[in-house]
């Protein structure tokens, strides 16, 4: 059985070749898999019997299920799990954000950057995600909202498990994939990448040509502060990080964002705000400070609101922007930080 979910229109006619069937036959069965939610041939209606029937022999659509749900206790977000096809599966979040619907996807199952401060590193790498899996996840919870009537997928956020520039080709296809008018149609400045900070794959997608957002994982104004909680950057020193990230931002016009966990005692401190204020000056770049969520396994603790406040308000008088992301699902351990591979 040939699977048809997650393939591009290419990939569909490829499938369909041997049927000898019409060129947009391809797009009607991905306008119904993407956004009609079809999981079968035979709800296709405009297709004829006989051929549903033929195809169906030798054709599955395949699309990953929900296997559980959880719904924050202020309804706000949701976080999904979604079983693929070799029994493991990944979390993925919907958050209603004031500015619309938002989805976080998983790039990975598991993870091994190896971050002090992060869940989803804890059973290390499983294996990279297909872009189709990927792609999986926004549909997934785009039909869920549509049968809700509640509005669709507004935005993405690629910040789940994972890091998504070590699986730069499959990510890379979700993106344009997610762009298509046969799935989502979505506009690429409303797709946020986040990375710790992979700077080959940065300089790689700098050249795309595609205005998407990007975030930095950066959490730590200097080398060996950052090397104490992100193991990664011994092998990306924070100077190449900030050359990348400049880079990008100078060749796609976009605003970059970087974000800073604030780890009580560790990256909190007046020295850590003066240098990251040193660090960032004059750069076309805002910073996302993330208070840390807590994660069972690690033992970092959140600073008290004085001292997020005291860390906004300093870098704010040296007029860089800032804002400070508000924890969403903590309760469900949907949060950021929280998202972690399951083998069922
Ligand atoms: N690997 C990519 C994508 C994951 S994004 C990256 O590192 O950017 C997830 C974001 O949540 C990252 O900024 C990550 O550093 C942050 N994060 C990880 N653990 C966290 C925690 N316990 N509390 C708050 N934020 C956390």
Redesign the pocket.
């Known amino acids: 059985m040939t699977q048809l979910f997650g393939l591009g229109l290419s990939g569909i006619r490829a499938a369909l070749a041997p049927y000898r069937v019409p060129a947009y036959r391809a797009r009607q069965i991905a306008a119904w898999m993407y956004q009609k939610g079809a999981g079968s041939f035979d709800v296709m209606t405009d297709l004829s019997k006989a051929l549903r029937a033929v195809l169906s022999q030798s054709l599955a659509i395949g699309r990953p299920h929900v296997k559980d749900r959880l719904i924050s206790a202020d309804g706000r977000t949701q976080k999904f799990l979604l079983g693929l096809a070799d029994g493991i599966a990944v979390e993925t979040v919907l958050m209603r954000q004031p500015y619309g619907n938002s989805v976080c996807v998983s ?1 990975q199952a598991g ?1 091994n ?1 190896g ?1 002090a ?4 590193t804890l059973k290390g790498l499983s294996r990279n995600l297909t872009s189709g899996e990927i792609l999986a996840q926004a549909i997934v919870i785009n039909d869920m909202l549509r049968e809700a009537d509640e509005g669709k997928v507004d935005t993405v956020v ?7 520039l070590m699986n730069y080709d499959n990510v890379l296809e979700f993106i344009h994939l997610m762009h298509e008018e046969y799935t989502l149609g979505m506009s690429y400045r409303s797709i946020t990448l ?3 900070g992979i700077v080959e794959g940065m300089r790689r997608l700098a050249e795309e040509g595609i205005p998407l957002s990007l ?3 950066l ?1 730590a104004p200097n080398q060996s502060l950052r090397e104490r909680i992100m193991p990664i950057a011994r092998r990306y020193p924070l100077a190449d990080v900030i050359a990348a990230a400049k880079h990008y931002a100078a060749v796609t016009k976009r605003r970059l964002t970087y ?1 800073y ?1 604030l780890i009580d005692g560790v990256t909190d401190g007046e020295e850590q705000m003066r240098e990251l204020a040193d660090l960032l000056h004059g750069q076309l770049a805002s910073v996302n400070l ?6 069972a396994q ?1 033992g ?1 603790l959140r600073p008290s609101p004085e001292r997020i406040a005291r860390f906004e308000r300093y870098l704010a008088r040296r007029r860089i922007a800032v804002t400070v992301r508000r924890e969403m699902g903590a309760d469900i351990q949907a ?4 998202l972690r591979n399951k083998h069922l």
Request: glycine share 8%; hydrophobic share 35%; with cysteine.
């Open positions: 790039t993870c950057m971050c401060f992060c869940a989803s690629i910040m789940g498990s994972g890091e998504p986040s990375t710790s975030s930095v994982s959490h974000e966990i993330i208070p840390i969520n807590p994660v690690r970092f949060a950021c930080g929280q």
